[in-house]
Protein backbone atom coordinates (compact mmCIF):
# COMPACT_ATOMS: atom_id res chain seq x y z
CA UNK A 1 0.00 0.00 0.00
CA UNK A 2 1.11 3.06 -1.32
CA UNK A 3 1.68 6.39 1.22
CA UNK A 4 -1.37 8.71 0.71
CA UNK A 5 -0.59 12.43 1.25
CA UNK A 6 1.18 14.90 0.90
CA UNK A 7 3.30 14.27 3.39
CA UNK A 8 5.19 10.87 2.48
CA UNK A 9 5.89 8.40 5.56
CA UNK A 10 9.19 7.56 4.75
CA UNK A 11 10.59 5.97 8.41
CA UNK A 12 14.39 6.80 7.96
CA UNK A 13 14.48 4.91 11.61
CA UNK A 14 12.33 1.70 12.12
CA UNK A 15 10.01 2.08 15.20
CA UNK A 16 11.90 -1.20 16.31
CA UNK A 17 15.16 0.22 16.05
CA UNK A 18 13.93 3.34 18.34
CA UNK A 19 15.24 3.24 21.98
CA UNK A 20 12.19 5.43 22.95
CA UNK A 21 9.84 2.09 21.56
CA UNK A 22 12.06 -0.17 23.07
CA UNK A 23 9.36 -1.25 25.63
CA UNK A 24 6.69 -2.11 22.93
CA UNK A 25 6.06 -5.29 21.55
CA UNK A 26 4.36 -5.04 17.87
CA UNK A 27 1.23 -6.88 17.52
CA UNK A 28 0.81 -8.49 14.27
CA UNK A 29 -2.30 -8.31 12.14
CA UNK A 30 -4.44 -12.08 12.70
CA UNK A 31 -4.22 -13.37 9.22
CA UNK A 32 -5.54 -17.03 7.88
CA UNK A 33 -2.37 -18.57 6.51
CA UNK A 34 -4.31 -20.19 3.84
CA UNK A 35 -5.62 -17.56 2.36
CA UNK A 36 -6.74 -17.30 -1.11
CA UNK A 37 -5.36 -13.39 -1.84
CA UNK A 38 -3.08 -11.84 0.86
CA UNK A 39 -2.81 -8.04 0.60
CA UNK A 40 0.99 -7.32 0.08
CA UNK A 41 1.49 -4.94 2.87
CA UNK A 42 4.51 -2.59 2.63
CA UNK A 43 7.18 -3.12 5.79
CA UNK A 44 6.91 0.10 6.88
CA UNK A 45 2.88 -0.20 7.08
CA UNK A 46 3.11 -3.52 8.42
CA UNK A 47 5.60 -2.23 11.23
CA UNK A 48 3.22 0.93 11.96
CA UNK A 49 0.25 -0.76 12.53
CA UNK A 50 2.04 -3.42 14.58
CA UNK A 51 2.86 -0.95 17.17
CA UNK A 52 -0.21 0.98 16.89
CA UNK A 53 -2.10 -2.18 17.53
CA UNK A 54 0.14 -2.58 20.52
CA UNK A 55 -0.36 1.02 21.79
CA UNK A 56 -4.29 1.10 21.15
CA UNK A 57 -4.61 -2.11 23.27
CA UNK A 58 -2.91 -0.60 26.56
CA UNK A 59 -4.74 2.79 25.84
CA UNK A 60 -1.55 4.94 25.40
CA UNK A 61 -1.80 8.51 25.47
CA UNK A 62 1.40 9.73 25.10
CA UNK A 63 3.01 12.22 22.51
CA UNK A 64 4.95 8.78 20.92
CA UNK A 65 1.43 7.47 20.47
CA UNK A 66 0.01 10.57 18.61
CA UNK A 67 2.96 10.84 16.05
CA UNK A 68 2.47 7.48 15.73
CA UNK A 69 -1.10 7.92 14.74
CA UNK A 70 -0.05 10.51 12.28
CA UNK A 71 2.21 8.09 10.46
CA UNK A 72 -0.87 5.56 10.49
CA UNK A 73 -3.30 7.73 9.18
CA UNK A 74 -0.85 9.04 6.55
CA UNK A 75 -0.53 5.34 5.42
CA UNK A 76 -4.30 4.63 5.68
CA UNK A 77 -6.34 7.68 5.92
CA UNK A 78 -9.36 5.69 5.19
CA UNK A 79 -8.74 3.32 9.12
CA UNK A 80 -11.93 5.04 11.51
CA UNK A 81 -9.67 3.58 14.55
CA UNK A 82 -6.54 5.63 14.06
CA UNK A 83 -8.79 8.84 13.61
CA UNK A 84 -10.75 8.20 16.38
CA UNK A 85 -7.71 7.37 19.00
CA UNK A 86 -5.64 10.38 17.14
CA UNK A 87 -8.96 12.34 18.66
CA UNK A 88 -8.65 10.83 21.79
CA UNK A 89 -4.85 12.15 22.04
CA UNK A 90 -5.53 15.39 20.71
CA UNK A 91 -7.99 15.81 23.75
CA UNK A 92 -6.21 13.95 26.74
CA UNK A 93 -2.70 15.69 25.36
CA UNK A 94 -4.78 18.87 24.65
CA UNK A 95 -3.01 19.58 21.37
CA UNK A 96 -2.98 22.56 19.22
CA UNK A 97 -6.12 21.73 17.09
CA UNK A 98 -5.05 24.68 14.83
CA UNK A 99 -2.54 22.34 14.13
CA UNK A 100 -4.40 19.25 13.48
CA UNK A 101 -6.68 21.12 11.13
CA UNK A 102 -3.36 21.97 9.01
CA UNK A 103 -2.80 18.66 8.97
CA UNK A 104 -5.81 16.93 7.89
CA UNK A 105 -6.09 20.00 5.44
CA UNK A 106 -3.46 18.63 3.73
CA UNK A 107 -4.26 14.70 3.92
CA UNK A 108 -7.66 15.92 2.55
CA UNK A 109 -6.17 17.40 -0.63
CA UNK A 110 -4.30 14.00 -1.39
CA UNK A 111 -7.66 11.96 -0.38
CA UNK A 112 -10.69 14.13 -1.20
CA UNK A 113 -13.02 10.79 -1.39
CA UNK A 114 -12.09 9.48 1.91
CA UNK A 115 -15.10 9.77 3.97
CA UNK A 116 -12.58 9.30 7.30
CA UNK A 117 -10.86 12.09 6.73
CA UNK A 118 -13.41 14.96 6.05
CA UNK A 119 -15.33 13.44 9.53
CA UNK A 120 -12.26 14.16 11.26
CA UNK A 121 -12.26 17.54 9.72
CA UNK A 122 -15.76 18.38 11.14
CA UNK A 123 -14.61 16.98 14.66
CA UNK A 124 -11.95 19.18 14.87
CA UNK A 125 -14.32 22.58 13.33
CA UNK A 126 -17.04 21.21 15.99
CA UNK A 127 -13.95 21.96 18.35
CA UNK A 128 -12.64 24.92 17.05
CA UNK A 129 -16.35 26.30 16.49
CA UNK A 130 -14.29 28.71 13.06
CA UNK A 131 -16.19 27.72 10.52
CA UNK A 132 -14.49 30.91 8.38
CA UNK A 133 -12.81 29.28 5.87
CA UNK A 134 -14.28 26.07 5.30
CA UNK A 135 -16.67 27.01 2.12
CA UNK A 136 -13.88 27.77 0.51
CA UNK A 137 -11.87 24.42 1.01
CA UNK A 138 -14.87 22.76 0.11
CA UNK A 139 -14.92 25.06 -3.00
CA UNK A 140 -11.17 24.09 -3.70
CA UNK A 141 -11.76 20.78 -3.40
CA UNK A 142 -15.04 21.18 -5.80
CA UNK A 143 -12.91 22.41 -8.54
CA UNK A 144 -10.75 19.16 -8.78
CA UNK A 145 -14.22 17.33 -9.09
CA UNK A 146 -17.62 19.13 -8.76
CA UNK A 147 -19.57 15.98 -7.81
CA UNK A 148 -17.66 15.11 -4.84
CA UNK A 149 -20.15 13.62 -2.65
CA UNK A 150 -18.04 13.93 0.45
CA UNK A 151 -16.80 17.56 -0.35
CA UNK A 152 -20.93 18.16 -0.30
CA UNK A 153 -21.99 16.07 2.49
CA UNK A 154 -19.30 18.31 4.27
CA UNK A 155 -20.28 21.68 2.94
CA UNK A 156 -23.96 20.97 3.81
CA UNK A 157 -22.89 20.33 7.53
CA UNK A 158 -21.15 23.88 7.96
CA UNK A 159 -23.84 25.59 6.10
CA UNK A 160 -26.36 23.87 8.49
CA UNK A 161 -24.46 24.21 11.50
CA UNK A 162 -22.95 27.46 11.34
CA UNK A 163 -26.18 28.99 9.25
CA UNK A 164 -23.35 30.00 6.09
CA UNK A 165 -26.50 30.54 4.03
CA UNK A 166 -25.56 34.35 2.17
CA UNK A 167 -23.97 33.50 -0.36
CA UNK A 168 -24.33 29.97 -1.35
CA UNK A 169 -27.64 30.11 -3.97
CA UNK A 170 -24.64 32.28 -5.97
CA UNK A 171 -22.13 30.13 -5.84
CA UNK A 172 -24.41 27.07 -6.80
CA UNK A 173 -25.85 29.48 -10.04
CA UNK A 174 -22.44 29.52 -11.02
CA UNK A 175 -21.69 25.78 -11.09
CA UNK A 176 -25.09 25.21 -12.78
CA UNK A 177 -24.33 27.68 -15.49
CA UNK A 178 -21.14 26.02 -15.94
CA UNK A 179 -22.66 22.99 -15.75
CA UNK A 180 -25.79 22.58 -16.47
CA UNK A 181 -25.96 18.74 -15.69
CA UNK A 182 -24.14 18.65 -12.79
CA UNK A 183 -26.50 16.79 -10.07
CA UNK A 184 -24.89 17.48 -7.49
CA UNK A 185 -25.49 21.63 -7.88
CA UNK A 186 -29.10 20.65 -8.63
CA UNK A 187 -29.16 19.07 -5.11
CA UNK A 188 -27.26 21.28 -3.20
CA UNK A 189 -29.85 23.91 -4.96
CA UNK A 190 -32.51 21.83 -3.09
CA UNK A 191 -30.68 21.74 0.00
CA UNK A 192 -30.63 25.56 0.17
CA UNK A 193 -34.10 25.74 -1.23
CA UNK A 194 -35.82 23.62 1.46
CA UNK A 195 -33.52 24.43 4.61
CA UNK A 196 -33.66 28.42 3.85
CA UNK A 197 -37.59 28.74 3.34
CA UNK A 198 -40.80 27.65 4.59
CA UNK A 199 -41.74 25.90 1.44
CA UNK A 200 -45.20 25.64 3.06
CA UNK A 201 -46.24 29.40 2.32
CA UNK A 202 -43.64 30.57 -0.45
CA UNK A 203 -45.09 30.81 -3.18
CA UNK A 204 -43.29 34.02 -4.87
CA UNK A 205 -40.05 31.82 -4.14
CA UNK A 206 -41.20 28.67 -5.55
CA UNK A 207 -42.41 30.51 -8.86
CA UNK A 208 -39.06 32.21 -9.22
CA UNK A 209 -37.74 28.04 -8.73
CA UNK A 210 -39.67 26.95 -11.57
CA UNK A 211 -38.72 30.35 -13.81
CA UNK A 212 -35.14 29.59 -13.68
CA UNK A 213 -35.90 25.97 -14.33
CA UNK A 214 -37.33 26.45 -17.71
CA UNK A 215 -35.07 28.67 -18.28
CA UNK A 216 -32.61 26.06 -17.66
CA UNK A 217 -34.16 22.83 -19.57
CA UNK A 218 -34.94 25.47 -22.44
CA UNK A 219 -31.41 25.70 -22.95
CA UNK A 220 -30.31 21.94 -22.46
CA UNK A 221 -34.17 19.58 -22.39
CA UNK A 222 -32.43 16.48 -22.19
CA UNK A 223 -31.33 17.34 -18.63
CA UNK A 224 -32.77 14.74 -15.97
CA UNK A 225 -31.45 16.69 -13.35
CA UNK A 226 -33.38 20.11 -14.16
CA UNK A 227 -36.48 17.95 -14.45
CA UNK A 228 -36.02 16.23 -11.04
CA UNK A 229 -35.72 19.85 -9.03
CA UNK A 230 -38.83 20.93 -10.96
CA UNK A 231 -40.72 18.19 -10.13
CA UNK A 232 -40.13 19.06 -6.57
CA UNK A 233 -40.60 22.41 -6.53
CA UNK A 234 -44.34 21.92 -8.04
CA UNK A 235 -44.72 19.14 -5.81
CA UNK A 236 -44.49 22.02 -2.79
CA UNK A 237 -46.60 24.72 -4.89
CA UNK A 238 -49.26 22.34 -5.88
CA UNK A 239 -49.99 22.24 -2.27
CA UNK A 240 -50.00 25.40 -1.73
CA UNK A 241 -52.39 26.38 -4.01
CA UNK A 242 -54.98 23.58 -3.72
CA UNK A 243 -53.73 20.97 -6.27
CA UNK A 244 -54.12 23.79 -8.72
CA UNK A 245 -50.95 23.08 -11.36
CA UNK A 246 -48.73 26.14 -12.81
CA UNK A 247 -49.96 26.89 -15.90
CA UNK A 248 -46.64 28.50 -17.19
CA UNK A 249 -45.18 24.83 -16.73
CA UNK A 250 -47.53 23.31 -19.19
CA UNK A 251 -48.20 25.84 -21.12
CA UNK A 252 -43.84 25.09 -21.56
CA UNK A 253 -43.70 21.52 -22.18
CA UNK A 254 -46.88 21.79 -24.55
CA UNK A 255 -45.09 24.11 -26.71
CA UNK A 256 -42.35 21.82 -26.99
CA UNK A 257 -44.55 18.82 -27.79
CA UNK A 258 -45.98 20.64 -30.29
CA UNK A 259 -43.46 21.32 -32.94
CA UNK A 260 -43.14 17.42 -33.59
CA UNK A 261 -39.02 17.95 -33.58
CA UNK A 262 -36.53 14.88 -32.28
CA UNK A 263 -34.59 17.47 -30.56
CA UNK A 264 -37.91 18.30 -28.11
CA UNK A 265 -38.81 14.68 -27.53
CA UNK A 266 -37.16 14.65 -24.34
CA UNK A 267 -37.62 11.46 -22.66
CA UNK A 268 -38.03 13.38 -19.38
CA UNK A 269 -40.44 16.02 -21.36
CA UNK A 270 -42.40 12.96 -22.13
CA UNK A 271 -42.58 11.00 -19.16
CA UNK A 272 -42.79 14.42 -16.89
CA UNK A 273 -46.85 15.18 -19.21
CA UNK A 274 -47.44 11.43 -18.87
CA UNK A 275 -47.29 11.85 -15.01
CA UNK A 276 -49.39 15.30 -15.18
CA UNK A 277 -52.01 13.00 -16.88
CA UNK A 278 -51.84 10.69 -14.37
CA UNK A 279 -52.40 13.06 -11.81
CA UNK A 280 -55.22 14.88 -13.54
CA UNK A 281 -57.34 11.81 -14.71
CA UNK A 282 -57.19 10.24 -11.05
CA UNK A 283 -58.19 13.60 -10.10
CA UNK A 284 -61.26 13.19 -12.18
CA UNK A 285 -61.88 9.83 -11.65
CA UNK A 286 -62.85 10.46 -8.14
CA UNK A 287 -64.94 13.19 -8.83
CA UNK A 288 -67.03 10.80 -11.25
CA UNK A 289 -67.65 8.76 -8.35
CA UNK A 290 -69.84 11.17 -7.41
CA UNK A 291 -71.34 13.03 -10.60
CA UNK A 292 -70.73 9.48 -13.16
CA UNK A 293 -72.86 11.06 -15.86
CA UNK A 294 -70.46 13.89 -16.55
CA UNK A 295 -69.58 13.50 -20.18
CA UNK A 296 -66.93 16.16 -19.72
CA UNK A 297 -64.83 15.02 -17.34
CA UNK A 298 -64.68 11.47 -19.29
CA UNK A 299 -63.76 13.03 -22.30
CA UNK A 300 -60.71 14.88 -20.39
CA UNK A 301 -59.93 11.41 -19.19
CA UNK A 302 -60.16 9.89 -22.21
CA UNK A 303 -57.89 12.72 -24.15
CA UNK A 304 -55.33 12.40 -21.03
CA UNK A 305 -55.44 8.57 -21.40
CA UNK A 306 -54.90 8.50 -25.21
CA UNK A 307 -52.30 11.31 -24.99
CA UNK A 308 -50.16 9.36 -22.64
CA UNK A 309 -50.67 5.89 -24.34
CA UNK A 310 -49.05 7.44 -27.41
CA UNK A 311 -46.01 9.18 -25.76
CA UNK A 312 -45.55 5.79 -23.89
CA UNK A 313 -45.25 3.85 -27.05
CA UNK A 314 -43.05 6.51 -28.61
CA UNK A 315 -40.73 5.84 -25.18
CA UNK A 316 -40.44 2.56 -25.81
CA UNK A 317 -39.99 2.04 -29.75
CA UNK A 318 -38.14 5.40 -30.67
CA UNK A 319 -37.21 7.87 -27.88
CA UNK A 320 -35.64 5.97 -24.85
CA UNK A 321 -35.78 2.06 -25.97
CA UNK A 322 -33.37 1.29 -23.34
CA UNK A 323 -36.31 1.19 -21.02
CA UNK A 324 -38.80 -0.20 -23.48
CA UNK A 325 -40.26 -2.96 -20.77
CA UNK A 326 -40.94 0.06 -18.36
CA UNK A 327 -42.75 2.14 -20.35
CA UNK A 328 -44.84 -0.83 -21.57
CA UNK A 329 -45.23 -1.40 -18.32
CA UNK A 330 -46.49 1.91 -17.09
CA UNK A 331 -48.82 1.39 -20.62
CA UNK A 332 -50.23 -1.38 -19.02
CA UNK A 333 -51.11 0.88 -15.70
CA UNK A 334 -52.89 3.02 -17.76
CA UNK A 335 -55.14 0.61 -19.41
CA UNK A 336 -55.55 -1.02 -16.28
CA UNK A 337 -56.85 2.16 -14.77
CA UNK A 338 -58.60 3.86 -17.35
CA UNK A 339 -59.34 1.31 -19.81
CA UNK A 340 -62.85 1.73 -20.46
CA UNK A 341 -62.24 5.80 -21.34
CA UNK A 342 -59.59 4.99 -23.90
CA UNK A 343 -61.96 2.41 -26.12
Not at 46 to 71: C, P, Q, W
Not at 133 to 146: A, Q
Amino acid sequence: MSDSSDESVDLDVSYSQRPEWSDITPITQDEESNQICRIAYTENFKEVFGYFRAILKISEKSERAFDLTKDAALLNPANYTVWYYRRILLKELNKDLHQELEFITKVIRSNPKNYQVWQHRRCIIELLQEPDKELNFTEEILKRDSKNYHAWQYRQWVIKTFALWDNELDYVNDLITVDVRNNSAWNQRYFYLSNKYDLTQENEILNREIDFCLEKINFCIDNESSWNYLRAVIDHLIKINENNYPQKVLEFCNIKLSTGRDDDMSPFLLSFKIDFNWFRSKEMLKKLESNNDDVCLKQNIRTYANESLDYLTKLAIKYDTIRANYWNYLASNWKQEFGQYTQ
